[in-house]
């Protein structure tokens, strides 16, 4: 494992006094950058701004809030799950792969732009990707964060947030590790655990694990606080109007990242999981 520094940024270059912003930011866009975002809309945002082209983005692409994700596994062996998982066990983890491999010519850059914001599919995905890069014994090229979600940004606002990102730190990447280490343990007593600790250096992930908590299956009937609002929704304006309630629900509540996987699999309720 590469030994993370401790107050300059996470992997080869150091930080830059705050009066030459100017100059780091004109060398960086020199520098060859590979930008991994959290789906389509933010990759498709960085292409058409000119920031990026296709083949230096990578789109990670994965729900990891929904499906298994089951400790001690490596990047390879979890993808084929949550292929599995995706597919519904017709096809093989071809994206996955595809993503992967992408990811493995990091060695090819000189920095990595992270573009993950505070919503629960991104802090999910970002910890996932803080935690492998802390296992690679390749001396790593510098990781930068970006907090804003750029698939909502037009171009002077993704230039402005691309601008304003910062270097991945030292105490980022163990807060990262350990959440990680956490949500993929076999019950939420670990995530319960890490409430306690000083998380204070990825600001969103102490929300992030209380909205996890939240979703567990309850031991009342086995579903979880949305699965529990979406069908009283559903009921209150007829299950042939499904579709209403979840837009419904998701307005009030901001969580359109459960649209997806979440909302209709509230109304079977038919796969068994762990209660809490």
């Not at 991945?168 to 995530?191: E, K, Y």
């Not at 579709?243 to 990242?257: D, H, K, P, Q, T």
């Amino acid at each position: 494992m590469v030994s993370p520094q401790e107050d300059r940024g996470y992997g080869t270059e150091g930080g830059v006094p705050a009066d030459l912003a100017g100059l780091r930011y004109a060398l960086f866009v020199a520098l060859k950058t590979l930008h991994i975002v959290d789906g389509q809309s933010t990759g498709s945002s960085l292409r058409a701004s000119g920031l990026a082209k296709s083949k230096d983005i990578l789109r990670w692409m994965d729900a990891l809030y929904s499906g298994p994700v089951p400790a001690g596994l490596s990047l390879k062996k979890l993808s084929e799950i949550r292929s599995r998982f995706w597919t519904n066990n017709k096809r093989s983890g071809d994206e996955f792969e595809k993503r992967n491999a992408q990811l493995l010519t990091y060695k090819e850059y000189d920095g990595v732009v992270l573009w993950f914001g505070p919503t629960l599919l991104c802090q999910l995905s970002l910890v996932q990707i803080l935690t492998w890069f802390s296992r690679q014994r390749f001396r790593h090229p510098q990781l930068w964060l970006v907090t804003a979600y750029g698939g909502v940004l037009r171009e002077p606002e993704l230039r402005e947030a691309h601008a304003a990102r910062k270097p991945i730190s030292a105490a980022q990447v163990r807060v990262a590790t350990r959440f990680w280490n956490a949500f993929t343990s076999a019950t939420p007593m670990a995530l319960q655990r890490l409430l306690k600790s000083d998380l204070r250096a990825l600001a969103e992930i102490r929300s992030t694990i209380n909205e996890l908590l939240q979703e567990y299956p309850s031991v009342q009937g086995g579903l979880s606080r949305l699965e529990r609002k979406l069908l009283l929704e559903i009921d209150s304006i007829g299950a042939s109007r499904a579709a209403f309630a979840v837009g419904s629900v998701n307005r009030r509540e901001w969580i359109l990242r459960h649209a997806s996987s979440f909302c209709f699999r509230a109304e079977s309720a038919a796969q068994p999981r762990r209660a809490v």
